[in-house]
């Protein structure tokens, strides 16, 4: 795919991503990454609009298509990689989007509705993404694997300096960036990171982690973001506030204030279980492999469970066969999506509960331990 | 329910009919107090505009004028002249919103800000601020700049005290900071530090630290005296044009 693709004739549907153009794992699951025991990944996102334009709120079609194929347009020519992806969002297949929601490469909101709506991805990294005509006209992305915030943050100021030359955004010195909702209104940044945190549930500590990360009016979130539970221990960790804040600022109270401080007490609540209740922890993890081992049927919640202790077995040596990267990449491959491409059929949900349990199962097979 | 214009639990409920739109008004005792009460006093060199809507009810000499001018056409004198023009309020109708584009010259109510604020319509997109608070977005750029005054304090409220932008501007913006023109620099440092007083002025005045609030006035005032000459346009928020310039 190159980076200036020839935008598809106005009705045509947009064909299935080619499997080849998205890895069967993304690089934000390696397993890279600093502090990757604890922090799975790190987002940037800014939102921006146009100057001049109505929001999406107050958008009919016509506006929608204007804006999709302006942003397009600068976005293939402002210089942000050699290989991009670019897609249609409203004509792609149902299952595409949500292979996309799943990789975290946009949203779910984005991926509902027939409105004219478009993404680009950078290839083959998938680090960059760029939704347009979300809830604001651009809303840009930088996921990287581990604690990453400052390369995100990096990343995604780089892409907006590169079309501020093109676009003008709405921006009044007094509220910062405009955006179509003025929760996040001012720099529109919103940064955050994913964190496994079982050590931390075990010990019942993890309340305190979470009111640590409220009194700096950041937010604690689960797998999937606003709504969603904990699922396999997995939490987010982002701010709410975007006025009166700078993003260097935001950044100091994420990445250098409040994380390094949840990493250092889950370490150390992982560390004491082992010291007091070594048993207990290999009977879990144990338990866990021999689930994902040994499953005929596997509900996502219950896959995303077991591999989240079968991730801590490899890390505190437990499971000293498994590696941390193969668990990782299973938690995404476990998604709906993500296990119809790969077994290549449109599943109902009892047919995916097998082909789960199946596909673990096969991808475990080596792990003794 | 929160009050509308503070942290308080809302114990008086309005519900004003006004050209067949429905305003609500959610006010604790002391707001709702404030709003049937208050009387204009003599003008006072500190204007600290829309950040501190709730001065006029302090121990601390604060001019309703202030108030007022929070939702005037043309901002008061220690507004950054980039926000002067920022603030086209139109009031279609029966002229009742008038009184709240007077300016310093005419009592403006919190009353009458809620009736005339609901009504205001953005220039751009139609949108009115009823029908904002109502689906929570915005309709285009220029709603901003026409709801400036009545969003600060809900800005506030959802920013954790927020009231103006700091960080990252768009290159377009960038040109007076990097300006090598003598003095430059120290207006747009003064800017930054008026901003801050004001946010802190406001906070300091809900949480009823007088004492603090008192010391942030005094030094915003001889800011303010100090500061001598008007601070470097940016670029005033245009309506839309519903195209790209």
């Known amino acids: ?369 | 329910m929160k009050c509308d214009r503070c942290d308080n639990e809302a114990t008086i409920h309005e519900l004003i009919v006004a050209q067949g739109q429905h305003v609500e008004a959610h006010l604790c005792e002391r707001c709702a107090r404030r709003a049937k009460g208050r009387q204009p006093t003599s003008g006072d060199a500190v204007s600290p505009a829309d950040d501190v809507p709730t001065a006029s009810d302090t121990p601390i000499s604060l001019s309703p004028s202030a108030d007022a001018s929070a939702h005037s056409a043309a901002a008061g004198a220690d507004e950054p002249p980039h926000e002067s023009g920022d603030v086209p309020i139109e009031h279609p109708g029966d002229g009742a919103g008038d009184g709240a584009s007077d300016g310093a010259t005419e009592e403006s109510s919190d009353e009458a800000s809620i009736i005339a604020g609901a009504r205001t319509t953005c220039p751009g997109c139609k949108l009115t601020f009823a029908q904002f608070r109502h689906q929570g977005q915005m309709g285009c750029p220029a709603c901003y700049a026409a709801f400036a005054e009545l969003l600060a304090p809900l800005l506030a409220r959802a920013h954790e005290g927020g009231t103006w932008h700091v960080g990252k501007k768009p290159a377009r913006y960038r040109g007076a900071e990097s300006a090598p023109a003598a003095g430059a620099a120290p207006v747009i440092a003064t800017t930054r530090r008026l901003s801050m007083l004001r946010a802190s002025l406001a906070e300091a005045i809900s949480n009823e630290q007088y004492e603090l609030a008192a010391r942030l006035r005094d030094e915003l005032r001889a800011l303010l005296s100090a500061r001598s000459s008007p601070e470097p346009d940016a670029r005033s928020d245009a309506p839309p044009r519903g195209d790209l310039a």
């Open chain 1, 1 to 369: 795919m190159s980076d200036t693709p020839p935008p598809p004739p106005p009705s045509s549907p947009q064909p299935p991503i080619p499997p080849e153009q998205l890895r069967a794992g993304a690089h934000w699951l390696t397993g890279d990454g600093a502090d990757n025991d604890v922090v799975i990944s790190s987002r940037v996102r800014i939102a921006r609009n146009i100057d001049g334009f109505a929001f999406l709120s107050k958008a009919d079609n016509d506006l929608r298509q204007q804006t999709l194929e302006l942003c397009r347009d600068r976005l293939m020519h402002c210089g942000l990689g050699r290989r991009t992806l670019w897609l249609d969002v409203h004509k792609t297949p149902t299952l595409d989007r949500t292979l996309l929601v799943e990789r975290h490469l946009m949203s779910k909101e984005h991926a509902r509705g027939d409105a004219p709506r478009g993404l680009l991805v950078s290839l083959p990294d998938e680090h960059l993404s760029v939704m347009v005509n979300e809830e604001d006209h651009l809303r840009l992305q930088s996921l990287r694997a581990g604690l990453a915030l400052s390369q995100a943050w990096a990343q995604v100021n780089d892409a907006d300096d590169r079309l501020d030359g093109l676009i003008d955004f709405a921006f009044s010195p007094r509220f910062g960036y405009l955006t179509s909702c003025p929760t996040n209104v001012g720099c529109g940044v919103r940064m955050s990171v994913m964190l496994h945190l079982p050590a931390l549930r075990l010990t019942n500590d993890i309340d305190k982690a979470k009111r640590a990360a409220r009194d700096m009016n950041l937010t604690v979130r689960g797998f999937y973001g606003e709504g969603s539970e904990a699922t396999g221990d997995l939490y987010q960790i982002s701010n709410q506030t975007t006025l009166g804040k700078s993003e260097a600022a935001l950044l100091n109270d994420i990445e250098a204030d409040i994380v390094p401080d949840i990493v250092r007490a889950e370490r150390e609540a992982r560390r004491r279980i082992m010291d007091v209740r070594r048993r207990f922890m290999e009977d879990l993890c144990w338990r866990a492999l021999g689930t994902l081992r040994a499953a005929r049927l596997l509900a996502p919640e219950e896959a995303l469970t077991m591999l989240s202790l079968a991730r801590l077995g490899a890390l505190l040596g437990i499971l000293p066969n498994l590696s941390e990267a193969t668990v990782n990449q299973l938690m995404l491959m476990v998604q709906p999506a993500h296990l119809q491409r790969i077994t290549g059929q449109d599943m109902d949900q009892q047919r995916r509960r097998e082909a789960r349990a199946d596909l673990v199962r096969a991808r475990l097979a080596g792990a003794h331990g």
